[in-house]
């Protein structure tokens, strides 16, 4: 196992080093042409963009995404005879394949006034809205998707962090006459505090690799205001043809989620252990 995942993970990102130096069409034999890969990255405007772009959707998604399968999980927690009804419902969106909910998604952005949300929003005076049309309204409707599509996973794993809390904190704090909400902010919370940290972490790493959303969705647009590092790397290489600067790129972010990874952790250890 450790061989497999050795060949499938590690040798891939080792070849992406060696490429990130090289230019290639991956035919003909490579040249060695050291940092201009990395020097043509950033003096790429669209690179910039793009950087600006992902990071807009990071702190859209975790202000929306992060604290919604929290505040779902908690109330399915305090259901008795539904609990397993209304959790297969919250996972239900994540059985949908990625592009078909995205497709599904783009139906109900429909910019025309017979769209499904122009149409309910015609029925209380407002709209038609061109969500994907204007780059005030592009992002954040693509993050209402990405987070209904992605919420259900997480918030299965808070209902199974909730499950390992122990039921005698809670008589504790009925028999003190703590409220529901003091309960959540005084009980809940803290016990679930790791896996939070744990989860926040992995949704701010998911959320800098954001690729099919906008890429089904607007292939970018409009004028670049969805365009994301993945989209990016993307066009390097299956439009350009330029490997090695798609390499580069890659590794660019990949050593700027390692470095915001080992400072979240850093900053959080304390917190995380309880102190």
Do not use: C
């Amino acid at each position: 196992m450790i061989l497999a995942f050795g060949f499938f993970s590690w040798w891939p990102i080792l070849n992406s080093l060696i490429l990130s130096f090289q230019q290639t069409n991956l035919v003909d034999p490579a040249v060695w042409v050291g940092l201009s890969n990395f020097a043509a990255v950033f003096a790429d405007p669209l690179v910039a963009k793009a950087a600006m772009n992902t990071l807009w959707f990071t702190v859209l998604s975790v202000a929306v995404g992060f604290p919604l399968p929290i505040l779902l999980a908690v109330a399915i927690g305090e259901l008795r005879r539904t609990r397993s009804i209304a959790s297969g419902f919250a996972y239900l969106p994540v059985i949908i394949p990625p592009v078909v909910s995205v497709l599904i998604f783009k139906q109900f952005y429909d910019p025309s006034s017979t769209g499904l949300l122009n149409t309910l929003l015609a029925g209380v005076g407002l709209g038609p809205v061109p969500w994907l049309q204007t780059a005030a309204t592009v992002m954040p409707s693509i993050v209402i998707q990405a987070t209904w599509a992605g919420f259900g996973a997480a918030t299965i794993i808070y209902i199974a962090a909730l499950a390992a809390v122990s039921p005698e904190l809670y008589e504790a704090a009925e028999l003190d006459g703590a409220s529901i909400r003091s309960r959540v902010w005084h009980v809940t919370l803290p016990q679930m505090r790791s896996v939070m940290l744990i989860m926040l972490l992995l949704q701010i790493i998911g959320a800098f690799q954001v690729f099919t959303e906008p890429f089904v969705m607007t292939r970018g647009g409009p004028e670049n205001n969805t365009l994301t590092i993945l989209m990016l790397i993307y066009n390097y290489t299956f439009i350009s043809g330029d490997y090695g600067r798609a390499a580069a790129l890659s590794l660019i972010l990949a050593a700027i989620l390692a470095l915001v990874s080992l400072l979240y952790l850093r900053a959080t250890r304390g917190w995380s252990q309880g102190k």
